[in-house]
């Protein structure tokens, strides 16, 4: 099973900020299939990117994947205030695919 | 525009089953995709329990598969999941959830989920 740890666990920052969240796999994660989700609290995940670098339907272009093997990051160019939340990768290249941990997004 | 919504109870006695239903709207489950149930245990991340086909096939996290099953009823256009001899550690707020794109890699099928339902807490507690 692969493993995926994101750093940091907690990242503070102000509106209008760079965002740079990471996500490192145990093992290389075939074809890059690497998604992120965004979750505010008390709803439900919400799909950012798939296979590492493509954005879902509707999401901002403020939002960008990267990556591949065991590295991959999500940067947001320009922080809004409805961008604070937590975010998880996940990896489906093997089974079973996992969810990292997360890194919550605050407002400094 | 598909919508998914979890029904069950919300407490369930230890050793006893789960079991939740998902109903798909605004979408034939008999069309296609592959869909999904993930948990996520209230302050921690997301666990992904198992996933469905329309046609009956099956495929779990190994480590939920002895106590796990998952089935489709395309006439009802929904999805069950039911989790056996639970315990305190399977309180989570349980998510159904539609596969994006499924992949078969080694024997078995892999997915990303979108969209997701909005999720029903199960509590474990006698």
């Known amino acids: 099973e692969i493993v995926l740890t994101q750093s940091p666990g907690t990242l503070s920052l102000s509106p209008g900020e760079r965002a740079t969240l990471s996500c490192r796999a145990s093992?290389?994660?075939?074809?890059?299939?690497l998604a992120w989700y965004q979750q505010k609290p008390g709803q439900a995940p919400r799909l950012l990117i798939y296979?590492?670098?493509t954005r879902a339907t509707g999401i901002p272009d403020r939002f960008s994947g990267s990556g591949s093997g065991t590295d991959f990051t999500l940067t947001i160019s320009r922080l809004e205030p409805e961008d604070f939340a937590v975010y998880y990768c996940?990896?489906?290249?093997?089974?079973?695919?996992?969810f990292g941990q997360g890194t919550k997004l605050e407002i400094k | 525009q598909v919508q998914l919504q979890e029904s069950g109870p919300g407490l369930v006695k230890p050793s006893e089953t789960l079991s939740l239903t998902c109903a798909v709207s605004?979408?034939?489950?008999?069309?296609?995709?592959?869909w999904g149930w993930i948990r996520q245990p209230p302050g921690k991340g997301l666990e992904w329990i198992g996933s469905?086909?329309?046609?009956?096939?099956?495929y779990y996290n190994p480590s939920l598969k002895s106590r796990v099953t998952i089935s489709v009823d395309t006439s009802k256009n929904h999805f069950s999941l039911k989790l056996s001899s639970v315990t305190a550690a399977d309180t989570a707020v349980y998510y159904c959830?539609?596969?994006?794109?499924?992949?078969?890699?080694?024997?078995?099928?892999?997915?990303?989920?979108?969209?997701w339902g909005q999720g029903t807490l199960v509590t474990v507690s006698s």
């Open positions: 296979g590492a670098s």
């Open positions: 605004g979408y034939s489950i008999s069309s296609g995709y592959h």
């Open positions: 959830a539609r596969a994006g794109e499924t992949f078969y890699v080694s024997g078995t099928y892999t997915n990303w989920f979108d969209p």
């Open positions: 996940q990896h489906y290249g093997s089974s079973p695919n996992t």
């Open positions: 469905i086909y329309h046609s009956g096939v099956t």
């Open positions: 093992q290389s994660v075939s074809s890059s299939y």
